[in-house]
């Protein structure tokens, strides 16, 4: 794992030499093959979106940037795994959402281990309406259930249909559109104080 990870920090020189010409699907054959330069290309394509969805879904940037290393090193193991039936891109940001939805997951159980009953109860009230809108909304998508804010985050936030969240979180469509719509009843429901009448 740890070679990977070198191979993933290795410069950026190889990767420019690459080109960004090359088709995806190539550069994919390459990293098969073994080519650094092809993983430090796919890397560079892709790094800045997967930190930004594990960002939003964690909500803690060094513990995203941990989650975008650790989600490479998980798809270039499982390379091979890669079919080809969607794009590579897609197929990395479903395995980037199951990496930091399990994360997010053990945390919370740690958590849970960790804090008093009493002071778990108080944490899950709802805070008070902050005069600062974007801090109040921030709050409020943080308090969603992982199930909503996953689908809310990716919709909303990423630009993903429904059918892209289908496939990336394998849920229904309805099932992302439902938690979706609950999604923003509970986000309408504690921005109010923000909406005018």
């Not at 990767?15 to 092809?38: F, H, N, W, Y």
């Amino acid at each position: 794992m740890s070679k990977l990870y070198d191979t993933m920090q290795s410069t950026a020189s190889v990767a420019t030499q690459l080109g960004g010409g090359i088709p995806e699907r190539e550069l994919v054959d390459r990293v098969r093959l073994g080519d650094r330069g092809a993983v430090r290309a796919l890397y560079d394509l892709h790094a800045p979106r997967v930190y930004r969805i594990v960002n939003r879904l964690c909500k803690d940037e060094e513990h995203a940037r941990d989650l975008t290393q650790d989600t490479f090193v998980r798809a270039f193991e499982a390379i091979d795994r890669f079919r080809g039936e969607s794009a590579f891109g897609t197929w990395l940001f479903r395995i980037a959402v199951t990496v930091a939805l399990n994360s997010m997951r053990k945390l919370k159980r740690e958590e849970i281990r960790r804090v008093p009953f009493d002071e778990t109860l108080s944490a899950t009230e709802p805070s008070r309406a902050d005069p600062d809108l974007r801090e109040s909304l921030t709050k409020a998508i943080d308090s969603l259930s992982e199930a909503q804010r996953s689908v809310f985050v990716l919709h909303a936030l990423e630009g993903y249909t429904h059918q892209e969240i289908s496939q990336l979180l394998g849920i229904p469509e309805n099932t992302s559109k439902g938690r979706l719509f609950d999604a923003r009843a509970v986000l309408r429901r504690k921005l109010a104080a923000f909406v005018k009448e």
